[in-house]
Antibody
């Protein structure tokens, strides 16, 4: 069965960076794009960006200029999202989700990774 | 960026009620509209894609309609497990694949 398993919770200080992993299983890793979405406490869903695990191409929301980097390791069926220059407003649960192609529905989601930014 | 606006922001209803949630796009997105359900502490779950296609395995009480700028999610007969927050998302124009602000469905 399709699974996306994310790395564990992180606590970071303002100005630091965080790198979250998302390991895929149960399907051909390079066939489906992966999105990253975040949710601040008590808030709605915010789209961060997308990566093509096949070629590694990426596209990011303009809200994160130069702060977000998505990469992948095809040998480990894993994608990574790194967010730098963290501020308190980046405190959120971060999700990876598979793009089901066609109309790009996010059909499978990771369990979420809580990132807390606090001094 | 395409803006997605959901209404209402919250809704109280009873088991057995028929409920409709609306999502409006700031420009035409054809039928590139997806709906998700999220329960507290859980990841979102895909309900509807391409505006009206129900995700495999979901009960038939969920349906979606619309195209262009106006879309609806309908739950024909609410069950206890349907009380959650619902989000629409456009996948027509990226970046970003914008979400609506969410509709919280609560028990009356």
């Amino acid at each position: 069965q399709v699974q996306l398993v994310q790395s564990g919770a992180e606590m970071k200080k303002p100005g630091a960076s965080v790198k979250i992993s998302c390991m895929a299983s149960g399907y051909s890793f390079t066939t489906y794009y992966i999105h990253w979405v975040r949710q601040a406490p008590g808030q709605g869903l915010e789209w961060i960006g997308i990566i093509n695990p096949s070629g590694g191409s990426t596209s990011y929301a303009q809200k994160f200029p130069g702060r977000v980097t998505m990469t992948r390791d095809t040998s480990a069926s894993t994608v990574y999202m790194e967010l730098s220059s963290l501020r308190s407003e980046d405190t959120a649960v971060y999700y990876c989700a598979r793009d089901g192609s066609g109309w790009s529905p996010l059909d499978y989601w990771g369990q979420g990774t809580l990132v807390t930014v606090s001094s | 960026d395409i803006q997605m606006t959901q209404s209402p922001s919250s809704l109280s209803a009873s088991v057995g009620d028929r409920v409709t949630i609306t999502c409006r796009a700031s420009q035409s997105i054809s039928n590139y509209l997806n709906w998700y359900q999220q329960k507290p502490g859980k990841a979102p779950k895909l309900l509807i894609y391409a505006a009206s296609s129900v995700q495999s395995g979901l009960p038939s009480r969920f349906s979606g309609s619309g195209s262009g700028t106006d879309f609806t999610l309908t739950i024909s007969s609410l069950q206890l497990e349907d009380f959650a927050t619902y989000y629409c998302q456009q996948s027509y124009s990226s970046p970003p694949y914008t979400f609506g602000q969410g509709t919280k469905l609560e028990i009356k």
